[in-house]
């Protein structure tokens, strides 16, 4: 089977096919030798099943609603679900591949288009949508002015509903939703996932059983979209004899299988009633019709005898409790359902120091600690991402280190992952006191770890199944692999539906760059960034928030690093489009002391929706529409931030959202303004002022913050921010990571390894999953490269024997830490610059999309990019009109008010390997 995905995120490709399946399935005739009068197709039996399952009997029952009932009707998830499956085969059986969607509950506007779910219908026609493939007539008659596609059947006249279901019924599909403050909020959503039992849960998700908001759920769902005024102008769904007329029925109930599997997913996997409720709605009672010809079921619904029931006997009875593993029982999950593993580096070389904590005033820390904190920090993320309800995150972590033979200890308890979740066994807090027994020491057996990863928590989660769904690995070293199978004996590609993403954690001396890359070739290439290198804290955030945000669906928006002095505070902005769905925001403090951060966010209305900060005044509009619902987390000095749409108004949602920051400030009057190009240095690329390494060396309180350091301008982007007269106080980094969940996707295409003297090239693609439009676009970038191969100081053969030894030996030595070394190579030579700092131009060619070409690259090293990109967005389309500029794309044609600005600011890093 394959993942069932939100139809908001589909690519218009998976759009077609699914609409496709749903009319080969409409035009299929179940009879054709009956009369035209008597015949039916495969769509309209489903139609009648889900009618004929509502006036049923059973032995011992005379009266038997299979699939609903509010309270005690425990069927109705389990029914539903089995409904969903073999209708999902069936279509899967006119277009192989194709999955269900699910439609989330927040305003359908966007995949109501007329080339996927259609309109709603019109007041002339008492509701009978007239355009898209689910119209009266077909594409191209009539009313119907949507394009007829090569692929539409030739038998099939228009969607339409036959005789036999009665004159109230029968004709075109009537649709007419309703305004959308009538829909689940996402508090609504939220207090389901909640729910601790499962006739709770049931009832909850079926009729809004306790909701302090009133929403009715599903049955409110239906009414929702059948809404109307009488009963020949009311949709098919408000009636649920016929609800399954209409499409949407099938998204809608995929919507509450999903909240089922991620609530299944929280502890309750195998939780269904074995008694109470309703009369054959217990764990082992038979589903009907699916009975595998047990005696004493039917149905008494008068459709009977004009669509009689299909002999599903050849099925065998298929029960309640069937459907609770519907992985394995049924090979699909859902992409609100994320894996990943996590392989922790504890080998002797993670007591070195960290080259750069980005911070002045706290003692030095180990990489090890370093490297503690941030799957610390990762682990508060994917709490946050649970306690939102909008994705979760099934995560395992092993440490790994070979001592007399390999040894790959797990952090949680056995199995060693499940869903991570604050106050239960599978969190941060549970991590940082397990953590907290463990110390490095011993050989780094890189290929053996991956592997062991792989194998012990990243395959067997649910036993695998399905197949074809994407799970994700990180594995954090500090460079080398110096014990144990060589790579290469894991073939490149082997972890075929893994995403592995791998972090070299150290100075450019002691980590193996083409090591890193391996790792990562041996499972799925993506479009983001998968092989990072960092010498500083930093790095280790934006390693785990990337490999999170991928596992969840999420891509990069804007991820700056800012220096701050005591006292200042600064304001952070970045876009939201309406193909804008959820943001994902993390701030790191790099001293780790939450006392001394603030945080606010202020949405594009002007309004605060995150903070505690209200001394600066600002207007806009108040309770004008539902708020984006915020989710969040605070510990040492991190900041973790959920914000999702659901059903806020374009005005309180697109435009300039703004991050406030402040750093040990009692007042805020000491604002930081960056500028755009102090902005663009990406965090892995470190300090480009001042001592890189020799500040290890120096006392932290004589140690001189980045920003206090003069240097001679390199270009155009190199500008220090205004001083705030705040040089003389302490100072420390915040690392800030924003992704979205949208469709309206950048992608950075490029080579993660190229050889000295090859042509770094990358290329910019951005693209709608919608079909909005994109133009206008241009983009400046900045580099910041190696200034000489550090190995003519460091060779590689004396640092791995160096490695060696501390892996071996039972005291850290500074003689043979690979930072303190370089550190006083940089305090003798005094003047010498590690890296260099430059701009590359980012052009366009005709129709061909934003690209840069960087011609020096002759040093060997880490080549690390940061990447602005702006632009405009049309939602749901437009027409571009090209142009000469060598530097812009196309432009829009459209009314002034459609327009939507964004921005992208990114950071990719490329390996010089000899």
């Known amino acids: 089977m394959g993942i069932r995905k939100n139809a908001k995120f589909l690519t218009a490709t998976e759009q077609e096919n699914f609409v496709k399946a749903c009319v080969l399935m409409k035009a299929d005739i179940v009879n054709p030798a009956a009369p035209a009068a008597n015949q039916y197709s495969k769509w309209d039996e489903y139609v009648a099943i889900h009618a004929m399952i509502q006036d049923a009997f059973a032995p011992g029952a005379a009266s038997v609603n299979f699939g609903h009932g509010g309270s005690g009707a425990y069927s109705f998830l389990s029914w539903h679900r089995y409904f969903l499956y073999r209708f999902e085969q069936d279509l899967q059986s006119y277009v192989p591949g194709v999955m269900l969607p699910y439609w989330d509950w927040t305003d359908p506007a966007s995949i109501m288009t007329d080339t996927f779910l259609g309109p709603n219908g019109t007041n002339l026609s008492g509701n009978v949508i007239q355009r898209g493939y689910f119209a009266f007539d077909m594409p191209g008659v009539g009313n119907n002015t949507t394009p007829l596609p090569a692929w539409w059947p030739a038998s099939l006249n228009g969607w ?68 109307g005024t009488t009963t020949a102008n009311r949709g098919h769904m408000y009636f649920p004899e016929v609800s399954p007329f209409d499409p949407f029925f099938y998204l809608h109930h995929c919507n509450i299988d999903r909240l089922w599997a991620m609530w299944q997913m929280d502890g309750h996997q195998t939780d269904y009633p074995a008694s109470g409720g309703d009369s054959q709605h217990h764990r082992n009672d038979i589903m009907y019709p699916w009975t595998g010809g047990a005696a004493g079921y039917g149905t008494g619904h008068p459709l009977a005898s004009s669509i009689p029931m299909p002999d599903f006997s050849a099925l065998g ?18 992409d609100t359902i ?3 593993g996590i392989g ?36 508060q993320d994917c709490e946050t991402v649970q306690d939102s309800g909008a994705i979760y995150v099934l995560g395992g972590i092993k440490t790994f280190r070979s001592l007399v033979g390999n040894q790959f200890d797990p952090v949680f308890a056995a199995p060693g992952y499940g869903l991570i979740k604050a106050g239960t066994t599978f969190s941060r807090a549970t991590f940082d006191a397990n953590i907290a027994t463990m110390s490095p020491g011993g050989g780094t057996p890189l290929a053996d770890a991956l592997q062991h990863v792989q194998t012990t928590l990243v395959e067997p989660p649910f036993g695998g199944i399905p197949a074809d769904e994407q799970r994700y690995l990180a594995m954090l070293t500090d460079g080398m692999l110096t014990t144990g199978s060589p790579m290469n004996s894991i073939p490149d590609g082997s972890f075929s539906r893994t995403a592995i993403f791998a972090m070299g954690f150290g100075t450019g001396a002691d980590v193996d760059y083409a090591t890193l890359a391996s790792m990562v070739a041996k499972g799925k290439t993506l479009t983001t960034q998968q092989v990072f290198h960092g010498e500083n804290a930093g790095t280790i955030d934006k390693f785990y928030s990337n490999a999170l945000a991928s596992a969840i669906g999420f891509t990069s928006v804007f991820d700056p690093v800012v220096e701050l002095f005591a006292g200042e505070h600064t304001h952070l902005d970045f876009t939201a489009t309406s193909a804008d769905d959820t943001f994902l925001v993390t701030v790191q403090g790099m001293d780790f002391q939450d006392k001394n951060w603030s945080f606010t966010m202020h949405g594009p209305d002007g309004q605060i929706v995150y903070g505690d900060e209200h001394e600066h005044p600002h207007n806009g509009c108040h309770d004008c529409c539902e708020k984006p619902y915020i989710t969040s987390r605070r510990s040492n000095g991190r900041l973790s931030l959920i914000i999702q749409r659901g059903n806020t108004g374009k005005n309180c949602w697109v435009g300039n959202w703004r991050l406030m920051i402040s750093y040990k400030a009692k007042q805020l009057d000491k604002m930081l303004m960056p500028s755009i190009g102090e902005l663009l240095i990406p965090v892995a690329a470190g300090a480009i002022r001042g001592e890189r390494y020799s500040r290890l060396l120096i006392s932290q309180k004589l140690r001189k913050p980045s920003r206090s350091i003069a240097k001679n301008r390199q270009h155009g982007l190199d500008t220090r921010p205004i001083s705030t007269n705040s040089d003389n106080s302490d100072a420390c980094n915040a690392v800030v990571n924003i992704y979205a969940r949208t469709h309206l996707k950048t ?24 079909g909005g439009a994109i133009a206008n676009q241009k983009g400046f970038a900045r580099v910041i490269s190696p200034a000489f191969d550090v190995a003519d100081i460091l060779p590689k053969d004396k640092v791995m024997d160096m490695v060696k030894q501390l892996e071996t030996s039972k005291r850290f030595s500074a003689k043979m830490d690979t930072a303190l070394l370089l550190a006083r190579f940089e305090r003798d030579k005094k003047f010498v610059d590690f890296i260099k700092d430059g701009e590359a131009e980012i052009v366009i060619h005709g129709d061909s999309p934003m690209h840069s070409h960087i011609a020096d690259t002759k040093i060997p090293g880490m080549y690390h990019l940061g990447i602005c990109i702006e632009g405009l967005y049309l939602p749901g389309g437009g027409n571009a009109i090209a142009t000469d500029d060598h530097h812009h794309s196309a432009a829009l044609q459209g009314d002034d008010d459609d327009y ?15």
Not at 317 to 334: E, S
């Open 317 to 334: 009875a298929q029960r309640n409790v069937d459907t609770l593993d519907f992985r394995n029982a049924f090979g699909y999950t859902y």
């Open 160 to 227: 339409r509903l036959p005789g036999m279901f009665g004159s109230t019924f029968t004709g075109g599909l009537r649709r007419r939703t309703g305004n959308v403050s009538g829909l689940p909020s996402l508090n609504d959503i939220r207090t389901t996932l909640s729910r601790s039992t499962y006739p709770s849960f049931q009832n909850t998700s079926e009729s809004g059983a306790g909701l302090v908001s009133g929403n009715q759920m599903h049955n409110g769902m239906h009414v929702w979209i059948g809404g």
């Open 338 to 340: 994320a894996i990943i």
């Open 747 to 770: 992608d950075v295409l490029f080579d993660r390894m190229i050889k000295p003297g090859d042509e770094l090239k990358f290329v910019i693609k951005a693209h709608s999953l919608s």
């Open 344 to 379: 922790l580096d504890r080998t002797g070389s993670m007591n070195g120091l960290t080259p750069d904590p980005m911070v002045t005033t706290q003692p030095d820390v180990t990489k090890w600690e370093a490297a503690k904190r941030g799957v610390a920090a990762f682990l």
């Open 900 to 914: 939507e600005a964004f921005s992208r600011l990114l950071n990719i890093s490329v390996a010089v390997v000899k």
